[in-house]
């Protein structure tokens, strides 16, 4: 107990993507006798599955964000405007960027990874809501002539192709995909459609490793210099800062180590989910796919905990679709060994995104 006499404290640590079915579940279900906080350093989530569309102009900024405060009012639960800079797991507080404490006696947790931008003079892609900010700014400004986006994975392949769509054929683009190649955790099918759409949408492929970078472009391993006016630091996520020291059992990669039923292996009262997290004995690729399948799980391991039941196992599914935009109004399906391409499956992704956004609150994506 954490001094809260018979009410007994949830907190709900980042408003990722697996967060929103918490909420959804509080809205529903209003467990007594618990007291819920959400803490999130921004009243909105960014839905990065359609950031890509807004960057290429297929989406409003208001379509692609959902706003918590409206989700934590209707599930009950409090909103504390902060952003955990650390936690210590055995006296069960987190630390906040304001200078607070949040003791808890279940804590769930879904803030998203970092990104390790140390030896680039640019600003990371992480937070999202920050690039968000830079980019809107940047577009309304001068728009850049030369973009280079280094990082081979999902986010920098679809960034690069929807900078040549906003940007039109005038424009310079440039993918520098590291040593791993492009799209290095999909099936070869859908590398193969994936060089296709860059080399048809005139976007350079530069498969070696960028080391460095700064505003005016990257040097490549080889010490080839790539100049750009505009450079989109879309390289892997890394672990969180703030886990340091904090008591929690960590997974080989950093992340906050959870077993089959999202909970930590140290400290069971802790759930988590999303990028944040490892699972040890079956590790998942970190995607928002997963983010979101893991969400109904985490709500059903808190409200078993809160009942004091056993969580339930999560079994994720073995394959996930995965739709990657190409700029225009066009996409590659990923299911397992298959790979599809057309703009059907673009008119699905977007189905899809809207009907995400639609169900936590976005109206922006119930127009057309
Ligand atoms: C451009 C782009 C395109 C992508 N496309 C795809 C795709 O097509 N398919 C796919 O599967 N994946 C895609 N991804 C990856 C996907 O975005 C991530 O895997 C996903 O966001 C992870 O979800 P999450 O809920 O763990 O974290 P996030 O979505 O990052 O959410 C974390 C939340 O926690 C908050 N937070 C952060 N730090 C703190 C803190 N210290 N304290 C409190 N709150 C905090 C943040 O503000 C945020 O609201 C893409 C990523 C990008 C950038």
Same mark, same amino acid.
């Given at each position: 107990?954490?001094?809260?006499?018979?009410? !007994?404290?949830?907190?709900?640590?980042?408003?990722?993507?697996?967060?929103?079915?918490?909420?959804?579940?509080?809205? !529903?279900?209003?467990?007594?006798?618990?007291? #819920?906080?959400?803490?999130?350093?921004?009243?909105?989530?960014?839905?990065?599955?359609?950031?890509?569309?807004? $960057?290429?102009?297929?989406?409003?900024?208001?379509?692609?964000?959902?706003?918590?405060?409206?989700?934590?009012?209707?599930?009950?639960?409090?909103?504390?405007?902060?952003?955990?800079? /650390?936690?210590?797991?055995?006296?069960?507080?987190?630390?906040?960027?304001?200078? %607070?404490?949040?003791?808890?006696?279940?804590?769930?947790?879904?803030?998203?990874?970092?990104?390790?931008?140390?030896?680039?003079?640019?600003?990371?892609?992480?937070?999202?809501?920050?690039?968000?900010?830079?980019?809107?700014?940047?577009?309304?400004? #001068?728009?850049?002539?030369?973009?280079?986006?280094?990082?081979? /994975?999902?986010?920098?392949?679809?960034?690069?192709?929807?900078?040549?769509?906003? $940007?039109?054929?005038?424009?310079?683009?440039?993918?520098?995909?590291?040593?791993?190649?492009?799209?290095?955790?999909?099936?070869?099918?859908?590398?193969?459609?994936?060089?296709?759409?860059?080399?048809?949408?005139?976007?350079?492929?530069?498969?070696?490793?960028?080391?460095?970078?700064?505003?005016?472009?990257?040097?490549?391993?080889?010490?080839?210099?790539?100049?750009?006016?505009?450079?989109?630091?879309?390289?892997?996520?890394?672990?969180?800062?703030?886990?340091?020291?904090?008591?929690?059992?960590?997974?080989?990669?950093?992340?906050?180590?959870?077993?089959?039923?999202?909970?930590?292996?140290?400290?069971?009262?802790?759930?988590?989910? %999303?990028?944040?997290?490892?699972?040890?004995?079956?590790? $998942?690729?970190?995607?928002?796919?997963?983010?979101?399948?893991?969400?109904?799980?985490?709500?059903?391991?808190?409200?078993?905990?809160?009942? %004091? #039941?056993?969580?339930?196992?999560?079994?994720?599914?073995?394959?996930?679709?995965?739709?990657?935009?190409? /700029?225009?109004?066009?996409?590659?399906?990923?299911?397992?060994?298959?790979?599809?391409?057309?703009?059907?499956?673009?008119?699905?992704?977007?189905?899809?995104?809207?009907?995400?956004?639609?169900?936590? %609150?976005?109206?922006?994506?119930?127009?057309?």
């Amino acid at each position: 107990m954490s001094g809260r006499g018979a009410r !007994r404290r949830l907190v709900l640590l980042g408003g990722g993507h697996a967060q929103l079915a918490v909420l959804a579940w509080l809205a !529903r279900a209003r467990p007594a006798g618990v007291e #819920a906080v959400l803490v999130t350093p921004q009243p909105r989530q960014v839905y990065s599955g359609m950031l890509p569309g807004w $960057l290429a102009g297929h989406y409003t900024e208001a379509q692609c964000v959902i706003a918590l405060a409206p989700l934590a009012q209707a599930a009950g639960v409090m909103l504390r405007r902060a952003a955990a800079v /650390g936690l210590d797991a055995d006296a069960r507080q987190v630390r906040l960027d304001d200078g %607070g404490t949040l003791g808890y006696d279940w804590l769930s947790v879904n803030t998203g990874p970092a990104q390790d931008a140390t030896r680039w003079g640019v600003a990371p892609l992480r937070p999202i809501e920050g690039w968000l900010v830079r980019t809107r700014q940047r577009l309304a400004e #001068a728009p850049p002539r030369r973009v280079v986006v280094v990082g081979g /994975g999902a986010a920098g392949f679809e960034l690069a192709l929807a900078w040549r769509h906003r $940007l039109g054929p005038a424009a310079g683009v440039t993918l520098v995909s590291g040593r791993s190649g492009l799209l290095a955790n999909y099936p070869e099918g859908v590398r193969r459609l994936g060089r296709q759409a860059l080399a048809a949408r005139a976007v350079t492929l530069i498969e070696t490793r960028a080391v460095s970078g700064g505003p005016h472009g990257v040097v490549l391993a080889d010490r080839t210099e790539v100049a750009a006016d505009e450079v989109v630091l879309a390289t892997g996520s890394v672990a969180p800062s703030w886990l340091d020291g904090c008591g929690l059992q960590r997974a080989p990669d950093g992340g906050l180590a959870t077993g089959p039923t999202l909970q930590s292996v140290s400290h069971p009262e802790v759930f988590a989910a %999303g990028d944040v997290a490892s699972r040890l004995e079956r590790p $998942l690729p970190h995607s928002g796919v997963y983010a979101v399948r893991a969400g109904v799980a985490l709500a059903a391991g808190l409200r078993a905990a809160l009942a %004091g #039941a056993p969580a339930p196992l999560w079994h994720p599914p073995q394959h996930t679709l995965n739709l990657l935009s190409l /700029g225009d109004r066009d996409a590659i399906a990923s299911w397992g060994p298959l790979a599809l391409q057309g703009p059907w499956i673009w008119r699905w992704k977007d189905r899809i995104d809207r009907g995400f956004m639609r169900r936590h %609150g976005t109206p922006a994506c119930a127009q057309r």
